[in-house]
């Protein structure tokens, strides 16, 4: 299984609009064949951190998530909202099996 971990800082005036973009993106990615998860999480500590724990049976499949069309929605709108680049981490996901 192929787990990115996206780490996302928003500005913290676009937090609601990141949230509602990044809500469309979620519904529209856990329909793709490969994905397993797609779960977005905002730190308790700092309202504009996020992480997007992203899980696909494979990396063809993670590969594919970065060529829909609802991806490239999401990526665009939500570039002027962040507050500095975001960063994704590559992982293997051993449990559970894809």
Known sequence: MQVTLVHVHVKPEFI????EATRLNHEASVQEPGN????VLQDPADAGH???YEAYA?????????QTAHYAVWR??????????????PMHGLFPKA
């Open 16 to 19: 609601p609009a990141f949230i």
């Open 36 to 39: 397993r998860r797609f779960d």
């Open 50 to 52: 996020f992480i997007l």
């Open 58 to 66: 494979s990396a063809a499949d993670a590969a594919a998530h970065k």
């Open 76 to 89: 665009d709108a939500v570039a002027p909202m962040m507050a500095e680049p975001r960063q994704g981490v």
